[in-house]
């Protein structure tokens, strides 16, 4: 099954400004979609209903078929910057909003502007976001470009106005979220944000107390910097994009298994597998 990830562009990392498509051994095969709507895309989700690959744009959220034409348009949403994009438990895409600071729900037709999950500014800035088995919204807050920020995991009890921060870890700095298969927080992070020797892992907490449960390091078999999105494969295996790489790990061991994409300037910034 092909592996997509979207490649940051311009001051946000240098990197494509496309959205790239690897085969099984990590081989490049190039753009995946060539349509002139992606421009710098963010976060990436298939969609369990259509089949469809829904991708954060620029201003606007596109909905991709197995050949990489666009399926679904929102049209251009003013202002709407966003961030990674996850489907939630009714069946609604929801994409981080990195301007607002909020979460945008949108119906999967994509034949409206959609409404907001949480108010905006509820964190200083959105950096991923997941819903469990019973629905329950978890949220990263991390720190923005401009150094502003806060470094936590929220979570959202029943009142979508009332964030209840969870984590309390001094070595998060969090840049994505993913629900795993074992219900815990899984978490990329960049501590301090942004430095030139950050320390780079990959953290699982407890979703109920926010107990820091296990670190994931690359060990020394893969220069891991600036991890950016994370998924789960149907092997298992947690795969992290991060820059000029995509690094695989053993979920059940927490081993690192090294990189299985290489490329220059890659600056991921999400990932799929995605059936041709």
Do not use: W
């Amino acid at each position: 099954m092909p592996l997509l990830v979207t490649s940051a562009s311009g001051a946000n990392g240098n990197g494509y400004g496309a959205l790239l498509a690897f085969d099984q051994a990590g081989k490049s095969l190039g753009c995946f979609s060539d349509d002139n709507r992606i421009v710098d895309p963010r976060g990436l989700a298939a969609d369990p209903v259509s089949g469809l690959l829904f991708l954060n744009s620029a201003e606007r959220v596109l909905a991709l078929d197995s050949a990489g034409d666009v399926a679904r348009d929102t049209g251009v949403i003013a202002g709407l910057n966003p961030g990674g994009g996850v489907f939630g438990p009714d069946g609604r895409y929801y994409v981080g909003l990195r301007s607002a600071r909020t979460i945008l729900a949108l119906s999967p037709d994509l034949k409206s502007r959609g409404e907001h999950l949480l108010p905006p500014g509820i964190v200083p800035f959105p950096r991923g976001f997941g819903f469990n088995a019973q629905g329950k919204l978890f949220l990263a807050s991390g720190v923005g470009p401009d150094g502003n920020g806060d470094e936590t995991i929220v979570a959202f009890p029943g009142d979508p106005t009332r964030a209840v921060r969870l984590v309390e870890d001094p070595q998060l700095s969090p840049l994505d979220l993913i629900l795993a298969p074992n219900g815990n927080l899984v978490v990329a992070s960049e501590h301090p944000f942004g430095a030139p020797d950050a320390m780079t892992t990959i953290r699982e907490y407890d979703p109920d107390t926010g107990r820091l449960v296990r670190v994931f390091s690359a060990s020394g078999l893969a220069a891991f910097r600036n991890p950016r999105g994370l998924r789960f494969g149907n092997d298992g295996q947690l795969y992290c994009v991060a820059q000029d790489k995509v690094v695989a790990f053993d979920f059940a061991s927490g081993r690192c298994l090294g990189p299985v994409v290489r490329l220059a300037r890659l600056f991921g910034q999400a990932l799929a597998f995605f059936p041709p």
